[in-house]
Antibody, heavy 120, light 108 residues
Framework: QVQLVESGGGVVQPGRSLRLSCAAS????????MHWVRQAPGKGLEWVAV????????YYADSLKGRFTISRDNSKNTLYLQMNSLRADDTAVYYC?????????????WGQGTLVTVSS | EIVLTQSPGTLSLSPGERATLSCRAS???????LAWYQQKPGQAPRLLIS???SRATGIPDRFSGSGSGTDFTLTISRLEPEDFAVYYC?????????FGQGTKVEIK
């Protein structure tokens, strides 16, 4: 069964950085695009970023304004999200999600999420 | 950016009843690239439907999707206790890909 396990969330002060990880198993990680999607407390879903199967293409939500970087290590079956200059409105549960293909933007499996709280 | 508006915001129904959820797009969704997700409290979303009407693997046939252009519908033919949740539509045909704000299906 496909499994995605996020880690790295926590409480961080505004302006600081945080790196999230997502460990994938039970599928051929290196052949699928991967996404980060976030959900602020009590709010809806917001797509954050995607990376192609081989890491050669990366796309981001315009609202992030270059503060976040998505990456992957196919040798470790792991997806990352480097978040810099964090703001209070970045507070959310961050989900990693598997793309049905490479860049189909259909999220067919999701992790359980990791909570990031930006607060002083 | 395509804005997806879901209605109603909350749907109060009893088990066994039929649920009809609407998702309206601010402009036409390319090639019916519209998906539906279910999210239960404290859980991650789950893919139900893609391509407006194709059920994902393992999704019961009481869930069906329809529509094209700007108007899409998710129908749950007979609500089971486990179907009470929040449902989101998502368009993936145009950049940026966007979600609707969700419809909560609650027990009446």
């Amino acid at each position: 069964q496909v499994q995605l396990v996020e880690s790295g969330g926590g409480v961080v002060q505004p302006g600081r950085s945080l790196r999230l990880s997502c460990a994938a198993s039970a599928f051929t990680f290196s052949t699928y695009g991967m996404h980060w999607v976030r959900q602020a407390p009590g709010k809806g879903l917001e797509w954050v970023a995607v990376i192609s199967y081989d890491g050669s293409n990366k796309y981001y939500a315009d609202s992030l304004k270059g503060r976040f970087t998505i990456s992957r290590d196919n040798s470790k079956n792991t997806l990352y999200l480097q978040m810099n200059s964090l703001r209070a409105d970045d507070t959310a549960v961050y989900y990693c999600a598997k793309d049905r293909g490479n860049l189909a933007y259909i999220f067919d499996y999701w992790g359980q999420g990791t909570l990031v709280t930006v607060s002083s | 950016e395509i804005v997806l508006t879901q209605s109603p915001g909350t749907l109060s129904l009893s088990p066994g009843e039929r649920a009809t959820l609407s998702c309206r797009a601010s402009q036409s969704v390319s090639s019916s690239y519209l998906a539906w997700y279910q999210q239960k409290p404290g859980q991650a979303p789950r893919l139900l439907i893609s391509g407006a009407s194709s059920r994902a693997t393992g999704i019961p046939d009481r869930f069906s999707g329809s529509g094209s252009g700007t108007d899409f519908t998710l129908t749950i033919s007979r609500l089971e206790p486990e179907d009470f949740a929040v449902y989101y539509c998502q368009q993936y045909g145009n950049s940026p890909r966007t979600f609707g704000q969700g419809t909560k299906v609650e027990i009446k």
